[in-house]
C-alpha cells in the first residue's frame, strides 16, 4: 500500500463547509510526528500502521498522547487519521467504532483496548455517520492508553518494544537480517 496517497473524505454536517474534497492523510501524520520529535523507526511504523483501523487509532493515540507535551501542537491530522480509521475498520474488522453525542467522544474498540477521541472541537464533522454505531452515555473502560501508546505503535513493526527502548546501540543494530517480521505495506 502506498501510504502517500492515502486520502479520505470527511463527511460534514450539513451547511458547515463547502470544502468536500478528500483529503491527503500521511502528510498530515508525518507532520504531526515531526512535531512531536518521532524518530525513523517509529515513522516507519505509522507507515505500516496506516493500513489497518487498529493501527490508525495506535497511530492517533500516540500523537495525542506525545502532543501534550508540545505547546503549539497542529491537530489538523486527527480527524482525516479517526475518519479513516473508522472507515478501515469496517473494511478489515480490526475496530469497531462507537459514537456518543453526550460526551462528544468516539470510541474505538480494538481487540486489545478501548480508545476514547474526544470530538467536541471538531462540530462540523458528521460523527454520527462515521461512526458504526452510537449509545449515548457510552462507558469508558479502556485502560491509560498513554502508557502503551508508543508499544501499540511499535507493534506494526513487529520491533520488540524492549530492544527498541533499551540500549540504543542494540537497536541501531536490527536490521533485515535480524529476520524480524515486519507488516511492510509501502
Known amino acids: 500500500m502506498d501510504t502517500q496517497n492515502i486520502t479520505v473524505s470527511i463527511p460534514r454536517r450539513e451547511g458547515t463547509t463547502k470544502n468536500e474534497q478528500p483529503v491527503e492523510v500521511w502528510p498530515l501524520v508525518e507532520a504531526a510526528l515531526k512535531r512531536v520529535s518521532a524518530d525513523e523507526h517509529v515513522m516507519d511504523a505509522a507507515q505500516s500502521a496506516l493500513a489497518y483501523s487498529d493501527g490508525c487509532v495506535a497511530i492517533a493515540n500516540y500523537i495525542d498522547t506525545e502532543s501534550q507535551r508540545i505547546q503549539r501542537m497542529d491537530f489538523r491530522y486527527r480527524v482525516p487519521l479517526i475518519v479513516l480509521a473508522a472507515k478501515k475498520a469496517r473494511e478489515d474488522g480490526k475496530a469497531d467504532s462507537i459514537y456518543d453525542g453526550d460526551q462528544e467522544i468516539l470510541f474505538f474498540e480494538t481487540d486489545q483496548d478501548q480508545y476514547p477521541f474526544d470530538i467536541s472541537k471538531d462540530w462540523t464533522v458528521d ?3 462515521v461512526a458504526d454505531e452510537r449509545i449515548d452515555g457510552y462507558e469508558n473502560i479502556g485502560a491509560d492508553n498513554e502508557t502503551w501508546a508508543l508499544d501499540r505503535l511499535m507493534d506494526f513493526q513487529e520491533i520488540d518494544i524492549s530492544k527498541y527502548l533499551g540500549d540504543e ?11 524480524v517480521p515486519r507488516r511492510d505495506v509501502r
Open 127 to 129: 460523527w454520527e455517520t
Open 169 to 179: 546501540e542494540q537497536y541501531d543494530e536490527l536490521d533485515e537480517s535480524d529476520d
